[in-house]
């Protein structure tokens, strides 16, 4: 079965660094997104991507964040300048069309600021 | 970006009982909704859709009061497999993307 690759599992980065998380969606999905669940918390919209730019963003999504299809396979979520409350899972999320259905989430980063 | 409300758990059931989950939702425009599944420090998966007519899936239903704007999913016959959280979904209407509740905990113990 098709899935969607997120690397690192695991990233720790101490306050203020920058860190690009990785990610490889399903080959033929055309809308890619970025999700993320801070411990204990629900999961939360970040940003939707697609025809290889933001679509929709939420309010967190601010200058702080970018996203990028450098190439055909890799979708990656830039974090400047990170912050303690930054800590957090972030996955990664594909589908083939803005249906639910098809829609894959890897199995997440966890991001831990120092 | 309107919120989706759920039970906030965690329900503790031994195996073989039945338990319901309820969520709402506050977005009246909202079209297409579901229940999602999550184990600890993992991914969400898909469970189920929710239709208004009511669906079943094996030992799940899942049901939706548009006028209420209510959704439940209902587990009978718990196995030790269905602990995990069970999270209410609605998709954005006019975009693709999620919008989850929360969450509800089920713990099935033997």
């Known amino acids: 079965e098709p899935e969607v690759t997120q690397t690192p599992s695991h990233q720790v980065t101490q306050m203020g660094q920058e860190v690009i998380l990785r990610c490889v969606p399903i080959s033929n999905h055309l809308y890619f997104y970025w999700y993320r669940q801070i411990l204990g918390q629900k999961v939360e919209f970040l940003v939707s991507f697609y025809n290889n730019e933001i679509s929709e963003k939420s309010e967190i999504f601010d200058d702080q964040f970018s996203v990028e299809r450098p190439d055909g396979s890799n979708f990656t979520l830039k974090i400047r300048s990170t912050k303690l409350e930054d800590s957090a899972m972030y996955f990664c999320?594909?589908?083939?069309?803005?249906?639910?259905?098809?829609?894959?989430f890897g199995s997440g980063t966890r991001l831990t600021v120092v | 970006r309107k919120e989706v409300e759920q039970d906030p758990g965690p329900f503790n059931v031994p195996e073989g009982a039945t338990v319901a989950f309820n969520c709402t939702y506050s977005n009246s425009a909202s079209q297409s909704f579901f229940w999602y599944r999550q184990d600890c420090r993992k991914e969400p998966k898909l469970l189920m859709s929710?239709?208004?007519s009511g669906n079943e899936d094996g030992r799940f239903t899942a049901q939706l009061n548009r006028a209420s704007q209510y959704i439940s999913l209902l587990i009978r016959d718990s196995k030790l497999s269905d602990s995990a959280t069970y999270l209410c979904?609605?998709?954005?209407?006019?975009?693709?993307?999620?919008?989850f509740g929360k969450g509800t905990m089920l713990l099935v113990s033997p």
């Open positions: 929710v239709y208004s």
């Open positions: 979904v609605v998709l954005s209407p006019g975009y693709s993307t999620l919008t």
């Open positions: 999320a594909s589908s083939p069309s803005t249906s639910v259905y098809g829609y894959t």
